[in-house]
């Protein structure tokens, strides 16, 4: 019994402690709830403009910086109705400035 209290323990602390996470969708990487931010192409909606040149399925990659100065990195597929979806995001931390 003695020997089973260690265990029992650990395992009531670590139950307690993951009570409190919960789990949410992440915007980094690949993604099929990707939500424009600021600086994307498609923020407040898409573009007037239509890429009627462009095959459907046409990869569009876009680089901006974000408010906090990181540099974007996103990617849209051009669809048949020619809107266009974000598919990827990627930061660059650059914490010395170096390009």
Not at 28 to 42: D, H, N, Q
Not at 57 to 67: A, K, T
Request: aromatic letters at 12%.
């Amino acid at each position: 019994m003695a020997a089973l209290l260690p265990t029992l323990l650990s395992a009531i602390l670590l139950a307690s402690s993951l009570s409190g996470c919960t789990a949410t969708a992440t915007t980094f990487g690949y993604s099929p709830y990707l939500e424009p931010i600021p600086g994307s192409i498609t923020y407040g909606g898409q573009p007037r403009t239509r890429l009627t040149k462009a095959p459907i399925g046409s990869i569009v990659p876009h680089q901006f910086n974000d408010r906090a100065g990181r540099t974007v990195y996103e990617t849209y597929v051009i669809e048949p109705d020619r809107s266009l979806r974000l598919v990827s995001r990627r930061y660059r931390y650059d914490f010395f400035n170096f390009d």
